[in-house]
């Protein structure tokens, strides 16, 4: 057994995203202060804990359940990963098994010891395909999870996966463990009745208003719990969350539009925390029946929209156009991928040659951050003769589910940040995962993710995620719109905000100064 107890941090910092982490600019910030709450307003609604249950999560899910069940390995600010739950990670030299070390003495919020057994209890509930077919499929060269001892869990792979280190680190659902015995008898309740052994327990929860969290009195850690009580609070209109954080209604206004970072940027009484992520906001296109079935009409789709205008007029010029999922600051980024660019007389040529009429359902959502482009790609298509009927749906499992399912044509969606490219593509583009939410089913993107996922050679991934990128740009199953690129305005008090990787804000490693 070859130990990595070194190479966890190489390994989940070769495999991490050369993001960048843009943090407001002036002197260091002064020792953590204890005490004291905060209040987080956010667009969405947190969804629930159980990841059988909410299917795919939210941010605002993400850094709730962030609060309530902490990572076996944490990234600084480098991307270097730092022991948590976990205190090592080992591999045999075959790469094909990997046993994970618990830090002794954990407990879980509700006085449980925090065992190898729980563990391993739910990843299998995870791999289970009965359960949930597509996160048995993301898994799917994961074979099995088994308590060796009581600090011991055991994970026998298939075969040899590039990216298995890194879920130890990654800032998902998937991987919030509860004790065995409550993921087994809470029932449907287990969405909405977390336990956990992370710093925070969910001590209220106000259907469409907020959801309240105060200290865990068995966290392992509590040098690291500063805030007494946190409240992530419901609030889907932008400007009222903008005017609740210049009054001091609010400490932290997640999500602001680009005119109102603009205009926070020059108020010396409010903050800006910027992060450019490796993900990128997207139009996903269900390729499976006519006429997005047809690549021309695909590439017509793309050809059609003018982005430049996009960032202009939805973004306030806020941020950058996306030509792959992976940045400019990605070393996985690959340059020059033959995206379309804007090229109306190109888009009525394919559409001339496809020979047939088009009409096509835009899924959107009624807030100005989905309702402004989707009214805008309605009015682009229409110029070279595409027909849009634009479909609001509310946020949250009804949005999802009908993605989730392939009763969509196209939808305005979203590439996520996560700790490794494997992860954004094996499970969302292999014609085989369950989530494939587009059906495309092309044997070149096959190869390049099988690859990519498969081959421990960076240079060989780096390749294989590539070619992935150009054969993505020639079959747009999806198209790219804007990188993703994430905000959070606070008040002057609030400190300790560490890079909003993934768009989430760590709030359990915040403090703040008395009011």
């Known amino acids: 057994m070859r130990c990595i107890r070194e190479l966890v941090g190489l390994t989940v910092g070769a495999f991490a995203f050369a993001l960048i982490g843009l943090q ?7 020792a953590p202060r204890d005490g004291g709450s905060l209040i987080m307003a956010t667009r969405g609604q947190v969804q629930g804990f159980d990841p059988l249950t909410t299917r795919a999560a939210n941010r605002e899910t993400t850094m709730a359940g962030a609060l309530v069940f902490s990572k076996f390995f944490t990234l600084d600010e480098q991307g270097k990963s730092i022991p948590d739950l976990a205190t090592s990670l080992d591999n045999s ?16 919020s509700n006085g449980a010891p925090f065992t190898a057994r729980d563990v391993a209890h739910h990843f299998q509930r995870i791999l289970d395909p009965s359960k949930n077919q597509a996160f048995a499929a993301a898994l799917g060269a994961l074979k099995e999870a088994v308590a060796i001892d009581d600090a011991t869990v055991e994970f026998r792979l298939a075969y040899p996966w590039a990216a298995f280190p890194s879920i130890f680190s990654a800032d998902s659902y998937l ?15 287990l969405n909405r009745r977390p336990i956990g052994a992370g710093p925070y327990v969910m001590t209220e929860w106000k ?3 907020s959801i309240t969290f105060e200290k865990n009195p068995n966290y392992w850690n509590p040098n690291a719990q500063h805030l007494d009580k946190i409240v992530i609070r419901f609030l889907p209109d932008p400007t009222a969350r903008f005017t609740a954080v210049k009054t001091g209604d609010i400490d932290i206004f997640y999500e602001p539009l680009g005119k109102q970072v603009i205009e926070a940027r ?14 990128a906001y997207t139009l996903n296109i269900n390729t499976s029946s006519p006429p997005l079935d047809d690549v021309r009409v695909r590439q017509a789709l793309a050809y059609a929209l003018d982005r430049n205008v996009e960032l202009k007029v939805a973004y306030d010029g806020v941020g950058y156009l996306a030509s792959s999922f992976w940045g400019p600051g990605s070393e996985w980024n690959c340059p020059d991928v033959g995206y379309p660019e804007y090229n109306p007389e190109k888009a009525k040529a394919l559409l001339k040659d496809y020979g047939k009429p088009v009409k096509v359902v835009l899924q959107s959502q009624p807030t100005p951050t989905m309702t402004i482009p989707a009214q805008l790609y309605q009015s682009f298509w229409q110029k070279v003769g595409i027909e849009t009927e634009i479909r609001n749906i509310q946020g949250g499992p009804s949005y999802i589910s009908p993605v989730l399912r392939g009763d969509y044509q196209i939808a305005l969606w979203e590439v996520a940040d996560v700790p490794d490219p494997d992860f954004q593509v094996y499970q969302a583009f292999f014609s085989k995962s369950g989530g494939n939410l587009t059906r495309i089913n092309d044997p070149k993107l096959d190869e390049a993710i099988e690859t990519g996922r498969r081959n421990l050679d960076i240079d060989v991934r780096k ?45 359990n490693e915040v403090w703040v100064d008395p009011k």
């Open 266 to 279: 020059n108020d010396k009484t409010l903050k800006v925390m910027e992060y450019t992520g490796t993900g």
């Open 175 to 189: 991987f919030w463990v509860m004790p065995a015995e409550h993921e087994d008898s809470a029932g449907p309740d």
């Open 207 to 209: 259907q469409d208003d």
């Open 463 to 507: 390749k294989a995620y590539c070619d992935f990128s150009k054969e993505m740009a020639r079959q747009m199953p999806i198209m790219l719109r804007i990188q993703s690129i994430y905000f959070a305005i606070t008040q002057p008090r609030v400190h300790g905000i560490p890079p909003l990787r993934r768009g989430v804000v760590r709030l």
């Open 24 to 30: 407001p600019c002036g002197a260091a910030e002064p």
């Open 93 to 108: 030299p075959d790469g094909l098994t990997w046993q994970l070390k618990l830090r002794p003495g954990v407990k879980f």
